[in-house]
């Protein structure tokens, strides 16, 4: 833990905690030496980890990286992070992200954009860690923690993973509890770590996952022991490789990743195919209906009464109308605006109601081919490596909406999935494959994705 935090000082400029708690986590770390010594260690005992800042940790500010919360410090503690400390993690600090997991780039950060440690080959070009968990990918690709926890809305784990030359999975909708994790579209929103390897995530993933009463969309399963699935034989394993995700103008950069890693399933024993997912191009569109709508509704609760920041006003009306202007940055404001006109009267028919019924599309998509024997999807994670700070976050919101295209279909289905270091691009940046499972299949994508 002291080398973690010695490391954490040393590498400020990745601007990747926005928190560090040296002193819990020494407390911590002493706790777990003397577990260790009376021969009562947990399965993650003295690890020290990073947490993305949407979950709630008693006692420690935690602000979704947005103003409207920069005071706010939560009286408990969120579900997923108390799995951790009671498996004997140690808290290092709490990670930058986009505003609310608003983005893919980490730059709508209220703290300012986290740096990825890669650079081109021959650049000093600052990239960005991708997003909204892009704190905690940096911070595990640089070793400044030894994992984290992050949130996948529409891949918000997976595409940092990707572009860090990292490992993170999005389970499946109910496998982790989202309560104390701040919402941003309740029906997507799901935890899950990111971590140096496909063995490491599993350890984690197995501490975070399991039933809670306090979420009612948690699953009441079993947590399987996901180690022992690394490693295991993906013989007779049938890989569906969908022809929808060979978007218009996919990079051939990309487009041999995929072969390759279709090859490096075929030696492994599987079978590859080739699939259809016919929904796929609505996925986008539909999910950026969605998740707006529900941002909007969840954002409400920031009124200046119940939680953080109040800028006062004439009457309450203006009390709400200065404090949600102050608290809220751009991109987030933009979101409540769609959000707040999809799920309007004349508009709800239009725009969410017909994207509810694209998600059912989407979701049967796969449903058909799970039942045809497809045991998982292999896709790129990304359109593209990592790109610059400033590249992509100028005046058209969709440039950066677009990174999304391979991860959100997952979310809208709620399926599980993994993003896995696949390789380098030309100029020598981590790229990443993306493998999609079954529900509750996490097992058999940490034997694929090994
Ligand atoms: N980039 C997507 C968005 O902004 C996904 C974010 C996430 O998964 N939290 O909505």
Redesign the pocket.
């Known amino acids: 833990t002291q080398a973690y935090l010695s490391a954490i000082e040393a590498a400020g400029d990745l601007n990747a905690y926005v928190l560090t708690t040296p002193d819990k986590a020494l407390e911590m770390a002493k706790a777990s030496d003397a577990r260790y010594t009376a021969g009562e260690a947990g399965p993650l005992e003295g690890i020290p980890l990073g947490i993305k800042d949407m979950f709630a940790t008693e006692g420690v500010r935690t602000t979704a990286c947005s103003n409207i919360l920069k005071n706010f410090v939560p009286p408990y503690e969120s579900t997923v992070t108390s799995r951790l400390w009671k498996d004997g993690a140690v808290l290092l600090g709490k990670l930058n992200q ?1 505003e609310f ?4 780039s980490t730059e709508s950060s209220a703290f300012g954009a986290a740096v990825n440690p890669w650079r081109r080959r021959g650049s000093s070009q600052k990239l960005v860690p991708g ?3 892009g704190g905690s990918a940096a911070a595990v690709a640089a070793h400044i923690c030894a994992g984290a926890a992050g ?7 997976r ?1 940092p993973a990707a572009f860090t030359g990292t490992v993170g999975i999005k389970p499946t909708y109910g496998r982790c509890s989202r309560w104390g994790v701040v919402a ?2 309740s029906s ?2 799901q935890a899950g770590p990111i971590a140096r390897s496909v063995n490491d995530a599993a350890l984690l993933l197995r501490s975070m996952a399991g039933h809670d009463p306090k979420d009612s969309t948690s699953v009441d399963l079993a947590v399987p022991d996901y180690e022992a699935a690394v490693g295991a034989s993906v013989k007779g394993k049938r890989i569906g490789i969908p022809r929808e995700y060979r978007v218009e103008g996919m990079s051939p950069e990309i487009a041999a990743l995929w072969d390759r890693g279709a090859d490096m399933l075929r030696d492994a024993g599987a079978e590859v195919v080739d699939i259809s997912l016919p929904h796929t191009k609505y996925a986008l569109p539909a ?2 209906i969605v ?1 707006l709508a529900e941002a909007s509704s969840n954002l409400a609760r920031y009124d200046g009464v119940r939680y953080g920041e109040r800028v006062a006003g004439r009457d309450i009306v203006d009390m709400y109308e200065k404090t949600r202007a102050a608290g809220f940055g751009d991109e987030v404001r933009r979101r409540i605006m769609v959000g707040t006109y999809v799920l309007s009267a004349g508009y709800y028919d239009a725009y969410y109601l017909k994207a509810q019924k694209v998600r059912t599309l989407i979701k049967r998509d796969f449903e058909t081919v799970f039942a045809e024997g497809i045991d998982a999807v292999l896709a790129p994670a990304t359109p593209s490596p990592a790109f610059g700070i400033g590249e992509k976050s100028g005046a058209d919101p969709v440039e ?2 677009l ?2 295209v391979f ?2 279909t997952l ?1 809208m289905a709620g399926l599980p999935g993994i993003a896995v270091p696949a390789g380098l691009s030309s100029d020598g940046l981590p790229l990443g494959l993306q493998l999609i499972g079954r529900p509750f299949g996490e097992e058999g994508l940490f034997a694929l994705g090994q």
């Open positions: 986009d997991a608003m983005g893919s997003g909204s968990s949130t996948d809305t529409g891949g918000s784990i595409q941003y579209a997507l929103d999910y950026y998740a950066m909406y990174q999304d991860t959100v979310n």
